[in-house]
């Protein structure tokens, strides 16, 4: 009978720790969202804009996009080809839209779940599924050309290179599929942790390398043609004693400029990195993102956790300055409009921010849902899609 309630004893105890484990890792994901309890103040409320610096955006287009991410924790971003922009929804349907008038120009009802895209090249749009399937369609056309399977969901945008496609699954894996087939070329298999934030970074191809950030704050690049190691370099270092401290998550799709890799992790800072060689160029541990970064001719801008924008040395890593005043409004990653900053926010508003000091300039509408992809412009009109299924094409009047 000792034995048994030692046993019963040591069985309640390693339940509650594990309850215990659980409830700190909800409580930590609810916190990489909301804010969390050190900084639970609510979002800041958007005050009147100063007239005499007011720059005013007016709708060219909008339309809806099917369910847009359906309420669910997807990332599928638009993308241009030519003169069409080119979205799809959570249950998949394809869209072209014809950039000036947003006429559609084809349609694709895939019956797939789709999660991450879209991924752009050799005449091809390609997306991933939740249920660890790739489909590539005609950019031209909409037509169907391959589908692939996968070891996992994929949560990233699919990257066309040199006749390959580059895949990235929530299990670790990245996946070369030939460009014409969807046959396997080749694969990498990488650990992940135990707990991570739903959510990963879309691959670069630098030159002859696919570099991609990993959930444990590792940077690796791989040979492009076999998918051989090449190097890797830590980026963010987990800090902490419990497993939700240490989340350093490399979410943000990082960009490449000349031949420098600028990414961002959640709690681990930002950094510049090498492409070739995975040097560390700087570091900057103060500002971190799960968002994304833009860039000039000479800076970076960066939404960080707070949705504070920042204006980033880009060859030095300083922070030049700081716009506080969208405090928790979850905002996008920024982009630059002329000698604007544009991102969206959790009410779907649209801001214009100086890129020479960050103040506020004007803001528009378009949905009353949040918006999360980051918005891309064209010749000098941004196009902006919400969780909806809003797709707006804005500009300055």
């Known amino acids: 009978m000792r034995r048994l309630l030692v046993f019963v004893i040591a069985l309640s105890l390693t339940a509650c720790t594990a309850l215990d484990t659980m409830k700190e890792s909800i409580s930590g994901i609810s916190d990489y969202f909301s804010g969390g309890e050190d900084n639970a103040d609510p979002p800041a409320l958007l005050t009147e804009l100063n007239s005499a610096d007011e720059v005013h955006a007016e709708v060219v287009w909008d339309t809806s996009i099917g369910v847009g991410s ?55 749009v390609v997306f991933g599924s939740s249920n660890a399937e790739v489909i590539a369609l005609s950019a031209q056309t909409g037509e169907i050309r391959w589908k692939s399977t996968v070891s996992g969901e994929i949560l990233a945008a699919p990257v066309v290179a040199t006749h390959s496609v580059i895949v990235r699954t929530t299990d670790g894996t990245i996946a070369a599929l030939d460009s014409k087939t969807g046959g396997k070329l080749w694969s990498y298999e990488h650990n992940v942790p135990a707990l991570t934030i739903r959510g990963m970074s879309a ?9 991609a950030g990993y959930d444990n704050g590792k940077l690796i690049a791989l040979a492009l043609a076999n998918g051989k190691y090449a190097w890797e370099t830590s980026v963010a270092i987990p800090k902490g004693r419990s497993e939700v401290e240490r989340l350093v998550d490399l979410d943000a799709d990082p960009i490449e400029i000349n031949d420098i890799v600028y990414l961002a992790s959640y709690r681990g800072g930002i950094a510049a990195v090498s492409a ?90 378009i949905t009353d849902e949040p918006i999360e992809n980051k918005p891309i412009v064209v010749d000098d009109v941004v196009y902006v899609y919400a969780k909806d299924g809003t797709l707006s094409a804005l500009k300055i009047k």
Do not use: C
Request: a negative charge.
């Open 203 to 211: 691959p670069l191809v630098v030159n002859d390398k696919v570099i």
């Open 276 to 365: 070739s060689d995975g040097d560390m160029m700087w570091r900057n541990d103060a500002i971190s993102s799960h968002t994304g970064l833009s860039n000039d001719f000479r800076y970076l801008y960066i939404t960080d956790s707070h949705a504070h924008v920042w204006q980033i040395d880009q060859h030095s890593g300083a922070g030049l300055w700081q716009q506080k005043e969208l405090h928790h409004r979850r905002l996008t990653a920024p982009a630059m409009y002329q000698n604007y900053i544009v991102v969206g926010d959790f009410e779907g508003y649209v801001h214009w921010l100086s890129s020479t000091d960050g103040r506020q300039l004007g803001r528009i509408q």
């Open 70 to 124: 359906d309420d669910k924790s997807v990332k599928l971003t638009p993308i241009v080809s030519g003169s069409a922009i080119i979205v799809a929804d959570r249950e998949g349907m394809v869209q072209a839209r014809d950039l000036k008038t947003g006429d559609k120009i084809w349609s694709t009802q895939t019956d797939l779940f789709l999660s991450g895209g879209t991924g752009l090249g050799d005449d091809l």
